[in-house]
């Protein structure tokens, strides 16, 4: 079963790679399999991955093994609104569903306000009070920052109308932000061709030099 | 030759320029030098700053999509920690993909080396569902959030886990990520439990990061590619075993170096783009909405 | 009655978090570590929670032949078969991690689908260089200077331009002018963000309970 000297996964692999890459000439049925193929999979794989990962270790094994022990029992809780979250699906009971989101989302906000205020907003602020009248260059790149800090958020402050002094400031805004987008767009060039070199690695190295003996 | 057609001229003969530049240095690689930069070597001084039996985080918060950015990433720091007799828990918070990387990456480090002991100087916790949920409860243990490893076995009896409790026995967190997943080991978990986070990130993300890495929220950024390439090369100016590893060919065919040359290429040809680009913009007098 | 009750979860279930940060007494520690615990498991089940409605929508495809429906087959047929490698070991508790067949399904399908799907965008930025990228006005020049030193900077042919300066040059931007934009951006986000959790927590802000008014 192996053609050519490779592996069945090599080739399913490889055609695969070429149906996606086929888009790039026009839509076509290869891709829009590939591309079906690649929806149903991922999916298919969260279920796969909740399950084992999650769901056997820290709830079905410790459920069947010490009910009570450890307080195991407690475990139903979240095990039950796990399951109401489904309820969404059941027209009649629907409501319920609502208790579990409720759950959900007033844990994640709590725990994402932490995170703006106390992980982000505190530090970034902190980090940018820096000395200037030191004297040196560093002085002058400390100044840098401060102003691009300043001038982006005055930028996107939209309560006051950007004229004058504070339309001359978000101007300045607007020019780090480019700086910046700039330097996004050259390394999102980087990210996207470090896959593209991924893939045709795997096409020459892993598919068609061990097809042809090299 | 029309200068306007030039300028719209058919897409696929672009994507086909962009193909060649790509596949020439995978056939025949150019192997161009590659600078250190002080975001990488944050990194690998802190590792270097550890001693035989401290420990490690490394979080595989990637899948597929950036495995050819972060893979390499990966290889050179699971072996930097083994070299140095660093324990290792590794784990993973993302989705999609980030526990099977997880897998595939530690099979083929661990197998260079005969005297690790799995359970003992290194443990595999597999996934765990609940992104910023996960991470705040390891801060309390790590047994309690991760009961068996990948594999489902129990972990009790690991001595790793016995010495490493939770985030008070890790000396730095390592997550190589994806999306938004590095920055929340910063703002969440530097800013809360106080551990030193360094961040191997798709090249996307970099920019973003450099604000955490000023504040030092980060102490250690390595974007992408080219930020595995510098590890790679610290790597081989500092030991005699990494300038063996990556020279053999066929780990160069999955090292960051080598990939540089790809990088190093299309950069150009897209540079050209831009400048030709321009030139024809401006030539033909600046059409509107083009 | 429906609708006040996960509004209140959502109040206590939201503060929690918060009030443990600011009170780390060991009762209220206590329960906040345990709702960690809980949530890693309502967050696994909400995970799939797409599933269903992506099974009935293609359900509903195939069953009235709509347009494209041979694709409906085809992502259900992945899904299903990567659902089922993936639970089969926990349920006839066979394997405790993943299933042999998971983990080669992941490595030769799932995985170059995702990676090559991505990699496309490789050609799409190169196009969108070509064409889209013009040095229009001071903004977009600044961009686009930026975007060229910095992609310079990451190849070795920038210093070997430049006599060495290209690194520092590109490392000077990232460090401080583009640091400072995203700094400014993250601030600003982050504000917006943690203002948004307050609403949610309060009550203000709803739309995540859905339309229905019951």
């Known amino acids: 079963m192996q053609p050519l000297g490779l592996s069945i996964g090599v080739w399913v692999n490889a055609l695969l790679t070429l149906c996606i890459l086929s888009f790039l000439y026009k839509d076509n049925p290869f891709f829009r399999f590939a591309e079906s193929l690649f929806a149903g999979m991922s999916l298919g794989y969260y279920i796969g991955i909740v399950t084992v990962q999650t769901l056997q270790p820290n709830l079905i094994r410790p459920l069947g093994e010490t009910f009570f022990g450890n307080h195991n029992y407690l475990l139903l809780i979240p095990m039950a609104l796990g399951i109401m979250l489904y309820f969404r699906y059941i027209p009649r009971i629907s409501w319920l569903s609502r208790i579990a989101l409720a759950v959900y989302i007033g844990y994640y906000v709590g725990v994402l306000m932490m995170q703006k205020i106390h992980g982000q907003v505190i530090p970034q602020t902190r980090d940018t009070i820096m000395p200037v009248t030191t004297g040196g260059i560093d002085a002058l790149w400390n100044l840098v920052v401060i102003i691009g800090v300043f001038s982006v958020l005055v930028y996107f402050y939209f309560s006051v109308e950007h004229k004058g002094v504070v339309g001359k400031v978000s101007r300045v805004g607007i020019w780090f932000l480019m700086i910046s987008f700039g330097a996004s767009f050259g390394y999102t060039i980087m990210a996207r061709i470090s896959l593209l070199m991924g893939r045709f690695s795997f096409l020459v190295n892993n598919w068609i030099r061990p097809m042809f003996g090299s | 030759m029309n200068l306007k057609k030039l300028l719209y001229i058919d897409r696929r003969i672009i994507y086909l320029v962009v193909a060649i530049g790509a596949l020439i240095p995978i056939i025949r690689p150019i192997g161009l030098p590659v600078e250190p930069t002080d975001p990488v070597i944050g990194l690998f001084d802190k590792l270097e700053s550890l001693s035989p039996g401290d420990a490690v985080i490394i979080s595989y918060d990637y899948g597929p999509s950036s495995e050819p950015e972060l893979n390499p990433m990966s290889s050179a720091i699971l ?187 299309v950069h150009v040809i897209i540079i050209v783009f831009i400048i030709f680009g321009n030139i024809m913009y401006f030539a033909t007098g600046k059409e509107k909405g083009r | 009655m429906r609708r006040t009750i996960p509004l209140v979860l959502t109040f206590v279930v939201g503060m929690y978090p918060i009030f443990a940060f600011f009170v780390p007494h060991a009762s209220i520690s206590g329960v906040n570590q345990w709702l960690d615990r809980a949530l890693m498991i309502v967050a696994a089940f909400a995970l799939p929670l797409g599933v269903v409605n992506l099974v009935g929508m293609n359900l509903t495809k195939i069953k009235q032949k709509r347009e494209g429906w041979p694709y409906a087959i085809v992502l259900l047929a992945g899904l299903v078969v990567m659902a089922y490698f993936g639970v089969i070991g926990v349920i006839t508790r066979q394997h405790t991690g993943f299933h042999p067949t998971f983990q080669m399904l992941f490595d030769n399908m799932v995985s170059p689908l995702q990676a090559t799907m991505f990699s496309l965008l490789a050609f799409y930025v190169a196009s969108a260089a070509y064409r889209a990228f013009r040095a229009r006005n001071v903004e977009a020049t600044i961009l686009l200077v930026a975007a060229i030193i910095v992609m310079l900077g990451r190849i070795p042919f920038g210093d070997m331009l430049t006599g060495g300066r290209m690194t520092p040059l ?43 008014r019951d």
Request: aromatic share 8%; charged share 20%.
């Open chain 2, 79 to 265: 072996r930097h920690c083994f070299h140095r007799e660093i324990k290792v828990l590794i784990m993973a918070v993302f989705p999609l993909g980030g526990v099977n990387m997880a897998i595939r990456e530690v099979e083929r480090i661990t197998s260079e080396f005969e005297d690790l002991e799995y359970g003992v100087d290194y443990v595999n916790l597999g996934y765990k569902d609940g992104g910023q949920a996960a991470m705040k409860a390891l801060a309390v243990s790590i047994r309690d959030v991760f009961p068996a490893d990948v594999d489902g076995n129990d972990i009790s009896a690991m001595p790793i886990i016995n010495e490493i409790r939770n985030y008070d026995d890790v000396e730095v967190v390592i997550s190589l990520a994806t999306g938004i997943i590095g920055e929340w080991w910063a703002d969440l978990v530097n800013a809360q439990f106080s551990v030193p986070v360094a961040v191997g990130c798709t090249a996307v993300s970099a920019p973003k990061y450099y604000a955490f890495l000023r504040s030092g929220q980060m102490i250690a950024v390595l974007g992408g590619l080219k930020g595995a390439s510098e590890y790679e090369e610290l790597l081989r100016r500092n030991f005699v075993w990494a300038r063996k590893v990556y020279s053999d060919p066929a780990e160069m065919k999955l090292a960051a170096t080598t990939g540089m040359d790809v990088q190093a290429i």
């Open chain 3, 170 to 212: 590109s490392e000077w931007i990232m460090n401080r002018p583009n640091a400072a934009a995203q700094r400014g951006i993250i601030i600003g986000a982050a504000l917006g963000a943690a203002s948004m959790s307050i609403r949610v927590i309060l009550g203000i802000e709803r739309t995540y309970l859905g339309k229905s």
